[in-house]
Structure formats: C-alpha cells, structure tokens
C-alpha cells in the first residue's frame, strides 16, 4: 500500500528471554523474517527495522542484507520503546502517510490483521488499534499527521499517551486473532507460541538448559 510503511521495533535485548528473539527459528524462518514477510503480504512495501547497537544489531544487519528493508539505530537499547518509535518515525520518508508499527517479536500475527488495519485506515481512522476480547494488540497504524507526536512520545507511557490524547480520534478494531496480543518475553512464552501455529516445538534448548 503506497503511502503505508511499518516500523519493527528490534532494538531491544531480550535480556528474559536470555537468547536474541528476532533471530529465533519459526518454522522454517525466523521471528523476524516472519513478521517482516505478514507486513508485506497484508499490504506494506516498505519496511523499516529498528536496531540497538553492538553484535546482535551487526547480526541481525547481515541476517537480513536481502530483505529489501531499510534500518534505524537506537544507540541506546536499554532506553523505552518510545525512542525507538521517534528512531524509526525520524527516518521515514516526508511522502509517507502512515505508519504500521509493531515490535519484532509478534511474528504470528496474520497479514489479514495488516490488511485490515490499512483498509480501516484508507476508511478516514486515523488511529487505529487492533483488538482480540477487547484487548488491545500489535501492530498498530498511526497517520503521519501525528509524526510531530511520536517523536516526542512520553516515555514512561509511550503510545498509550499519544491514543488518550486523542480519544475521538481511536479506532479500536476487533480482529480474529488473539495473536495482536501475545508477548513473546520469556523461552515458554515463544515455546507455546510455536507449538500453537507450528504444532511442534521450536528448535534447540531453553537458554540454560543443560540437560
């Protein structure tokens, strides 16, 4: 969709997952890979991805060299999501009019749920939240005429104060898939996960795990 770019936020360091989540196996692939690849079949042509500094940004640079996507660095990955929000809000385009953005470990959630965040969009929302039992979710769109807002987010609530600024202006859309909401934070979280869309577990150990 001309106009629509995602920001995947991957600066973090997945200090309580104890191994680097987007470079994770998901079935064939891998988190990132998974998310960035949902992005485009819902709609998104460009993607930006966020990065923290040292080896695992140098890794996940190399991992996805062929991607087709563009990166942002956050030189401080233990800073709040906001600063990676304004990191990747700063490097858009001027011509783009809305922003997807999501954090790179929600690698499950469907390409219909893109879909149908940009078709609400095109609709007039200019604000526009995913929900799941009336729980909100990941990714979320945001219009670019509140660009001058997410680069100066606060950065103890993030998003959450950009939508209660603004709550005429929140669309909150039910989807079909409690996917939107599920963190990936720690080995059984992402366990589970695979084991649900992949029916099997994922490769390799928990971190740790010396049996």
């Not at 995602?6 to 890979?33: C, D, H, Q, Y």
């Not at 190399?62 to 304004?86: Q, R, W, Y």
């Not at 219909?112 to 990714?139: D, K, M, S």
Request: glycine share 10%.
């Amino acid at each position: 969709m001309e106009g629509v770019a995602a920001i995947v936020l991957a600066a973090g360091r997945s200090e309580r997952m104890g191994a680097f989540k987007p470079l994770l196996p998901f079935g064939n692939s891998t988190v990132i890979e998974t998310c960035i690849e949902h992005l485009r079949r819902g709609g998104v042509e460009t993607v930006l991805v966020v990065l923290g500094q040292g080896p695992h940004a140098e890794k996940l640079k190399e991992h996805l060299k062929n991607a087709g996507v563009t990166f942002a660095i956050n030189p401080d990955p233990a800073s709040e999501m906001s600063d990676s929000i304004a990191c990747g809000v700063s490097r858009l385009a001027g011509q783009t009019k809305a922003g997807l953005i999501t954090p790179a470990d929600h690698p499950a959630v469907p390409a219909e749920v893109v879909a149908e965040l940009i078709h609400e969009w095109q609709q007039g929302a200019l604000l526009v939240v995913p929900t799941f039992n009336n729980r909100g979710g990941h990714p979320v769109l945001i219009d670019l005429s509140f660009r001058g807002e997410l680069l100066n987010l606060d950065s103890r609530r993030g998003l959450k104060a950009l939508f209660d600024a603004h709550p005429d202006r929140v669309r909150r859309l039910a989807v079909n898939s409690n996917y939107i909401a599920r963190d990936m934070d720690t080995w059984d979280d992402y366990r589970v996960l695979h084991e649900e869309v992949f029916g099997v577990s994922p490769p390799g150990r928990e971190p740790g795990d010396t049996k």
